[in-house]
């Protein structure tokens, strides 16, 4: 493997569910890969998969502010003590709204979290680019 490469997982997280997706330095196409239901489950998946870099959706309100969620920054500050990899943060406004839409049109089986994840990370990615 190139020695610059790198292994990206975005995260959509939600009070009941996680969704995430992985996507790779080479590729760079973000690709919906599961749903976990605590942060005990997403450490695991970090470390069996081999994740170099965290891409997190930041709640936000459709005006830009920030989404006042202490339960999102409780899983924030636990996940920053859990890990020791770069977590980037990136707005995740209406990528729910897309992963439905997108789930819809495309007959995904996919849940909405894991496309919401994979919408979230590709963005990072394009934008990385």
């Known amino acids: 493997m190139a020695k610059n490469f790198k292994k990206y ?3 959509d997280w939600g009070e009941k569910r996680i969704g995430l997706a992985s996507a790779d330095s080479e590729t760079k196409l973000a690709l919906p890969f599961k749903t976990v239901s605590n942060l005990l489950e997403l ?3 970090i470390s069996a998969e081999e994740i170099d870099c965290l891409v997190l959706g ?6 830009g502010e920030q ?3 202490p339960n999102w920054q409780i899983f924030v500050d636990q996940l ?3 890990v020791d990899i770069p977590i980037v943060f990136l707005d995740e406004r209406l990528s729910s709204l897309a992963a439905d839409a997108l789930g819809k049109k495309n007959k995904a089986k996919a849940g909405r979290d894991e496309i919401a994840a994979a919408l979230i990370l590709q963005n990072y990615l394009d934008g990385a680019r």
């Not at 930041?58 to 005006?63: A, D, I, W």
Request: hydrophobic fraction near 35%; glycine fraction near 6%.
């Open 80 to 82: 920053e003590k859990q």
């Open 9 to 11: 997982l975005g995260i």
């Open 67 to 69: 989404a006042d969620n």
């Open 43 to 45: 450490i695991s998946v």
């Open 58 to 63: 930041y709640p936000r309100k459709m005006s």
